[in-house]
């Protein structure tokens, strides 16, 4: 005799279809990539980290040529204490950061430059929007020195006449 299981024949394929359903971040996950840029502006992050700054989720990246200033829009508020630290990933490649108020008036104050990535800090005296201005720079000279040294490193090929760059910021 054939005992009843009790699953009748909607729940098997309802149960079916959640699993699908469940599977979609997964499937989502595998379709993520790592944006190098980012990671050189998160490690710049890491000592100002150490030091309490918070580092918030918002980041923007792309490509551009180089020397062809960048600015991003954000709302800043007074009270709060912010850097700004970006990057890029390509080699013989750097990048500068600066902060400036909607009238152009720059309001950093204090800044870094260092190999692929860069930083610069604020303390906005008013609730507002602010530019925050990237520039990326590609010296061939440097680009050839690296490569020298790392012949056969993914990457390093000739120039396309675009470089990676990537902004992240945190706050206190």
């Known amino acids: 005799m054939i005992q009843d299981s009790g699953i009748s024949r909607y729940t098997r394929p309802a149960a079916l279809l959640m699993v699908i359903v469940m599977s979609f971040p997964f499937l989502s996950r595998l379709e993520a990539f790592v944006n190098e840029a980012i990671s050189f502006a998160l490690e710049a992050a890491t000592p100002y980290v150490e030091q309490g700054f918070e580092v918030r989720e918002d980041s923007w990246s792309g490509e551009v040529a180089p020397e062809k200033p960048l600015l991003v829009r954000h709302q800043l ?54 530019l925050i201005r990237v520039i990326v720079s590609y010296d061939e000279k440097e680009a050839a020195r690296i490569e020298a040294e790392n012949p056969g490193v993914e990457g390093v090929g000739d120039f396309s006449g675009m470089l990676d760059w990537g902004l992240v910021y945190g706050y206190r």
């Not at 500068?96 to 604020?122: H, M, T, W």
């Open 77 to 130: 508020f007074r009270g709060n204490e912010y850097w700004f630290w970006a990057g890029t990933s390509w080699p013989g490649a750097t990048v500068k950061v600066d902060i400036f108020d909607i009238e152009g008036n720059p309001v950093s104050l204090e800044s870094f430059q260092k190999d692929s990535f860069a930083g610069a800090r604020a303390l906005p005296q008013k609730t507002a929007t602010y």
